[in-house]
Every structure is written in structure tokens, then in C-alpha cells.
């Protein structure tokens, strides 16, 4: 196996409490991932056992307003305090805030020039903050036509421009293949471009947002493509069970391990 597999704790196991959840992912040999953390207990996570990869690395803000890159900067510096006590290596963000069912906060109908450039100033504090604290930010690509209608910056060819503009180390892409089906397309090409720059990488079939298996992408051959670009890291599944119970959770994961070992 090549990469490092993980579960999102947020989208399995629902009948259970989070804690168990989280639990149970480290049980059957997985990593775990996290989303909002400021209703979480850090050394409740800790206690499990389990091993995290990834945490949503900020609470308020945007990259493209003043105010809203101040916040943005000031509520990361809070999340990477709680993912040093976790130990999570790695902080997720996205082109803006995203509010109740992913809304945007900050919705827009077209992303200016201006506005780029002020993407840029920002994500390069972000990279700064993390340089300082020796964690890495990544920015995942959203898709537009179903779940995040109105995002910035959303596309897997918008993250990427950033993150090649940044040009650090702790500014990585998160390249979420479930949005980029969606959006996007051409996943193995997708891959191959992005490779150099990737943080992570996020998986979930089409359509459903399910386990691989249960949609149209062949994921043992996304998945080889990832290891012949060189991609060694971490893989997340951040998927609903097709089957909510806890069997059915379990059977999930057993399917995206099968698929992504090569």
C-alpha cells in the first residue's frame, strides 16, 4: 500500500456518537479526519488512539475582503493550536466560508482579477502561519453545480493556480476527485497535473457522494494513476456509507481500501 488511508469521521458510522466513530475508524486500521473542531474535545480525540491527518484549518473569514482575511488568519492560528494537540499535521480551507448545507458565505457570480490577487496575498499569510508552526494548509477544490453553488476559487484548476502562485511548502492542494468529477472531469489527467503540488487527496463516487463502488468512477485506475505520478500520501475517503448502519459503514471502508490498494 502507498498511500495513507483515512476516514472521514464526519460521514460514517452516523448512528454512533463521534467519539466511536473515530474509534472504530482507528480500529480497522484507518486514519481519521475531522471537520469543524471548536465542539470537540481535543483530549477526548487523543484518548482514541486514533492517528488524524486532517482537520478544517479555520472557523470565519475569506481570502478576498480585508476584514475577512484578518479573521481568517486570526481563527487559523486557533485551529493549528488545536491540531498540534491532536497531532494533525495537516488544515483544510476552502475559497471562502462555508455556511449551513455548504453555502458559501461570501457567494459570488464571477472571481475578479482583483480578487485573485487577493487570494494570493492571503494564502501566502496562511503559508506563513504554517511555516512558523511546521504544519501545512491545504486548499480543496469544491464543485459548483451541486453542493457549493457561488464558492471562489472552487475549481481543482483554481486551487491549483493558487497554490503554484504561493509557491510554499505549507500551502498544498487538497484535490478532492468527488468535486472534480462533478465539475471538472478527466480525473486521470487531473491527477497527473496536479501530482507535484498535492497535500491530500479526497475521494467519493458519482453520484451519491458514496463509497467507491457505488457510482461511475473506476477507482482502482485513478487510483494506480495517483501511485504512478509519484503521490505516496494521504487518501481520504470523505464519503457517506451507501448503507448508513454500522455494518454498512464498516463495508464502506472495507471498499475504499480494497480500491486504493496498489
Not at 481519521?32 to 492517528?51: C, P, Q, S
Not at 499535521?89 to 472571481?111: A, F
Not at 510554499?168 to 491527477?191: C, K
Request: negative net charge; hydrophobic residues 45%; glycine residues 8%.
Amino acid at each position: 500500500m502507498t498511500f495513507t488511508l483515512a476516514i472521514c469521521s464526519e460521514m460514517v458510522y452516523t448512528e454512533l456518537p463521534h467519539l466511536e466513530r473515530v474509534e472504530r475508524i482507528h480500529e480497522r486500521g484507518f486514519a481519521a479526519e475531522i471537520w469543524d473542531w471548536t465542539a470537540k474535545d481535543a483530549d477526548a480525540l487523543v484518548a482514541t488512539g486514533a492517528r488524524f491527518t486532517s482537520m478544517t484549518g479555520y472557523v470565519t473569514g475569506d481570502l478576498v475582503t480585508e476584514d475577512g482575511a484578518d479573521d481568517l488568519l486570526r481563527t487559523a492560528e486557533e485551529s493549528i493550536g488545536f491540531a498540534r494537540r491532536i497531532s494533525c499535521p495537516s488544515l483544510n480551507i476552502h475559497g471562502t466560508g462555508l455556511g449551513e448545507g455548504g453555502i458559501p458565505v461570501r457567494p459570488v457570480e464571477v472571481v475578479t482579477g482583483d480578487m485573485w490577487l487577493a487570494a494570493v496575498r492571503t494564502l501566502s499569510r496562511v503559508a506563513e502561519l504554517a511555516e512558523q508552526h511546521d504544519v501545512t494548509y491545504v486548499i480543496e477544490n469544491l464543485n459548483l453545480e451541486v453542493d457549493h453553488p457561488g464558492t471562489p476559487f472552487a475549481r481543482a484548476a483554481d486551487t491549483l493556480a493558487l497554490v503554484k502562485a504561493v509557491g510554499s511548502p505549507h500551502l498544498r492542494m487538497n484535490l478532492d476527485l468527488y468535486h472534480a468529477q462533478i465539475g471538472e472531469g478527466n480525473l486521470v489527467e487531473l491527477v497527473r497535473r496536479a501530482a507535484p503540488y498535492l497535500g491530500e487527496v479526497q475521494v467519493a463516487d458519482v453520484p451519491g457522494r458514496c463509497e467507491p463502488g457505488t457510482g461511475e468512477v473506476r477507482w482502482p485506475f485513478v487510483a494506480q494513476a495517483l501511485a504512478d505520478a509519484g503521490y505516496d500520501g494521504v487518501v481520504a475517503m470523505e464519503a457517506w456509507a451507501s448503507d448508513p448502519s454500522v455494518d454498512g459503514s464498516d463495508r464502506a471502508l472495507e471498499a475504499f481500501r480494497e480500491a486504493f490498494t496498489v
